[in-house]
């Protein structure tokens, strides 16, 4: 059983992790427009605090700021034929490539995935209100010559047409694209010296994507159980009940590793796919291996 337990460290520590990573307490992102010197001005609201803060173009927090003055947040913004707008009452911002005549969504939280990540926000109100893209900036992406600082960055330029894009996101944060087109929601800024965001929580697939991970991971145990049984003919109960509780380990693994948060610059699927392999082929082996084994003989 030794094995067991081996297998239960390596795929429950990242998985536990993951899970109590659950939200910090949190304010809601109600605005974002453009700043000085190709920054961005995001406005937090927390109860009957506002505050404003300074976020340049690479997404660092440059720190606090003086509300603006009177600039109205946009829900459409453009870099020369490319325009970006959000989407009223939904998580979602869409993307033109001719002006603003054709738009089709560019990023989108919705479904089950929306509907588990609202359950996420405690005292969240209407999520149309609260958990929905409201504002979005589109700024010149930064250019970061090897070996400087981020805060040192030089602007690429207008003309280059190299962008990034802010988008408030209500409770959930600020959202950044990035100039390769990669989403990255950021989360809430925060924090006094040193400010900080407050991460985002992971997004989760709906329970159906996740009941197919876990039925496919625990199903590939279980077959090669039941093939390892059949060759033997004969295996004690206890075997087999062991490996049939690896088998619903397994599945459990597989079930939470898809709903994994990004690590940083690593992409949840990336490293939740190694898991999910790993933990099969690792589970797989060890219920033959205990199946297989060699009966103690008696005294």
Request: contains cysteine; aromatic residues 4%.
């Amino acid at each position: 059983m030794r094995a067991v337990g081996i297998v239960a460290l390596v795929v429950g520590v990242p998985l536990a992790l993951g899970a109590c990573a659950g939200p910090e307490h949190r304010g809601e992102v109600t605005s974002v427009v453009a700043g000085p010197a190709d920054t961005v001005l995001v406005t937090v609201v927390e109860g009957s605090a506002r505050t404003t803060w300074t976020v340049n173009a690479t997404g660092a927090i440059v720190g606090a700021a003086a509300p603006p003055a009177s600039a109205a947040a946009a829900t459409q913004a453009c870099a020369a034929d490319v325009c970006f707008r959000v989407v009223a009452g939904r998580l979602a911002v869409e993307r033109s490539a001719d002006g603003g005549a054709r738009y089709r969504t560019d990023w989108e939280v919705a479904g089950a995935a929306y509907q588990r990540l609202a359950s996420e926000y405690p005292d969240l109100g209407d999520p149309a209100v609260h958990l929905s893209s409201v504002a979005v900036v589109v700024l010149p992406a930064p250019t970061i010559e090897r070996g400087t600082n981020e805060a040192e960055a030089t602007n690429a330029g207008p003309d280059s047409g190299r962008h990034v894009v802010f988008v408030a996101n209500g409770r959930d944060g600020l959202l950044l694209r990035e100039v390769d087109g990669r989403w990255r929601r950021l989360g809430v800024p925060r924090g006094g010296s040193t400010p900080y965001f407050v991460p985002s929580p992971p997004l989760r697939p709906g329970v159906g994507i996740a009941g197919q991970v876990a039925a496919a991971t625990g199903g590939i145990v279980l077959l090669a159980a039941g093939w390892t049984i059949a060759r033997r003919r004969t295996v004690r109960p206890i075997r087999a009940a062991a490996a049939a509780g690896i088998a619903v380990l397994i599945a459990v693994t597989g079930y939470f590793a898809s709903g994994l948060p990004d690590l940083g610059e690593v992409p949840a699927i990336a490293y939740a796919t190694l898991i999910v392999i790993a933990a099969t082929v690792g589970g797989t082996a060890t219920a033959v291996v205990i199946l297989t084994g060699p009966e103690k003989s008696p005294r």
